[in-house]
């Protein structure tokens, strides 16, 4: 129940957000803010009680549209959002499952700074890793397409169709304009 609860409430937290924000009914947003509520319970989801959940999945939504937009102005390329859903809910879901644990199980407040420490020894071994794997590729030239085939698209090129129908009247309407244009 924990887990629907924080999807819903991060789904719902999403889509009000970008419609009040980019006044647009955004369908893609809506399912991110459904992962970000699911990212968000997944550490804490057995010591969470319903209302907590619902805390979770509505900070999570708040943070998924808050990572994106700063992405966006920070100009990092991050068309799917997977740093706003898994990076940015992942760490508040580590802090938010000591927050449970302390303030619903009641558990030591070391339980918290455990938990707050394991976040930054994750976030450390990820760069680590990160740097590990993309470096070489970056140096040989695997990481990017041509801007060819980049502008064509990669849906096209590589699997034969479109990943959109963007002539279609509720595609148009639930993708923004402005984000397509800066997409390409």
Not at 13 to 29: N, P, Q
Not at 58 to 71: M, N, Q, T
Not at 161 to 181: C, K
Request: charged share 15%; aromatic share 8%; net charge positive.
């Amino acid at each position: 129940m924990n887990t629907t609860l924080s999807a819903a409430m991060g789904g719902l937290t999403t889509f009000l957000l970008v419609m009040y924000f980019d006044k647009i009914e955004c369908v893609a947003s809506l399912s991110n803010g459904l992962l970000a509520g699911l990212v968000g319970i997944t550490a804490g989801c057995d010591s969470a009680n319903s209302y907590w959940a619902l805390g979770i999945g509505f900070v999570s939504g708040c943070l998924f549209v808050g990572s994106s937009k700063l992405l966006k102005v920070l100009k990092v390329d991050d068309p799917l959002d997977a740093f706003s859903v898994h990076g940015m809910c992942g760490f508040w879901g580590v802090i938010a499952s000591g927050l449970t644990r302390v303030f619903v199980r009641d558990a030591e407040m070391r339980v918290l700074t455990g938990c707050i420490i394991g976040a930054f020894v994750i976030i450390g071994w990820t760069i680590v890793t990160s740097i590990l794997i993309f470096m070489p590729l970056s140096c040989l030239r695997l990481l990017r397409v041509s801007p060819e085939i980049e502008t064509k698209g990669l849906d096209e090129v590589f699997h034969g169709g479109l990943g959109y129908n963007l002539n279609s009247h509720r595609a148009s309407r639930s993708i923004s304009r402005q984000s397509i244009a800066t997409t390409k």
